[in-house]
């Protein structure tokens, strides 16, 4: 079945550790999107992709880096730079065509300790 | 930020009753989407109106849009245990994505 598959699901790290988070998507869509959820506050966007080897800031993109080396794949980098990075973090793609319908990933859950 | 807002923040209701939140946008839109999500998961997407639809119905949902007054309503009839969940509105379709609204926390009481 396609879909998009975030890793991990839950993932520690300690005060001043980078970690990564990987997702992957098997739709053939061209465009993927980062997003943060903190409670009562929505989702946020980091990062999109629209293309390989392209990507843009969102709203939150401090402390945050990306990569677009394939189409499938659009990994997102929790720097030490980022003040609070405790958050669930969702990622999300779709198509050029269409009406913008986003697919998401079941999400990563990151705990700073 | 928000381009979305959902009203109520939390609802909860008994099994079998019909559930109505509703969402406030700023800017022009192409169109609103709803998307629900469970509690630690990712959300999945319901139902999409486009501008120039007033109304739309799948299955036991049913949305409106009103452009002039920047807002839109989600209704679910009949409701069930299982419709436990986060409820949120989403407009946007240009290359930045779609923008959420904090979302409706509905409950179904058994």
């Known amino acids: 079945d396609g879909g998009i598959t975030q890793s991990p699901k839950y993932l520690f790290r300690k005060e001043g550790q980078n970690v990564t988070l990987s997702c992957e998507q098997n739709?053939?869509?061209?465009?993927m999107y980062w997003y943060r959820q903190d409670p009562g506050q929505g989702l946020r966007l980091i990062y999109y992709?629209?293309?390989?080897?392209?990507?843009q800031k969102g709203d939150i993109a401090e402390g945050y880096s990306v990569s677009r080396e394939k189409k499938e794949s659009f990994p997102l980098t929790v720097t030490s730079a980022q003040k609070n990075p405790t958050a669930f973090y969702l990622c999300?793609?779709?198509?050029?065509?269409?009406?913008?319908?986003?697919?998401f990933g079941a999400g990563s859950r990151l705990t700073v300790l | 930020s928000q381009q979305g807002e959902e009203d109520p923040q939390a609802l909860s209701i008994q099994e079998g009753e019909n559930a109505t939140m509703n969402c406030s946008y700023k800017?022009?839109?192409?169109?609103l989407q709803w998307y629900r999500q469970n509690s630690g998961r990712g959300l999945v997407h319901l139902i999409l109106?486009?501008?120039?639809?007033r109304e739309k119905h799948s299955g036991r949902l049913r949305v409106t849009l009103d452009t002039s007054k920047k807002s839109s309503s989600l209704l679910i009839t009949a409701s069930r245990a299982a419709d436990t969940a986060s409820y949120f509105c989403?407009?946007?379709?240009?290359?930045?994505?779609?923008?959420f609204g904090k979302g409706t926390h509905l409950i179904i009481q058994p």
């Open positions: 999300a793609s779709t198509s050029h065509s269409g009406a913008n319908v986003l697919t």
């Open positions: 739709l053939n869509h061209d465009a």
């Open positions: 992709s629209q293309i390989v080897n392209d990507f």
């Open positions: 800017t022009s839109i192409n169109n």
């Open positions: 109106i486009r501008s120039n639809e």
């Open positions: 989403a407009s946007g379709g240009g290359a930045d994505g779609l923008t």
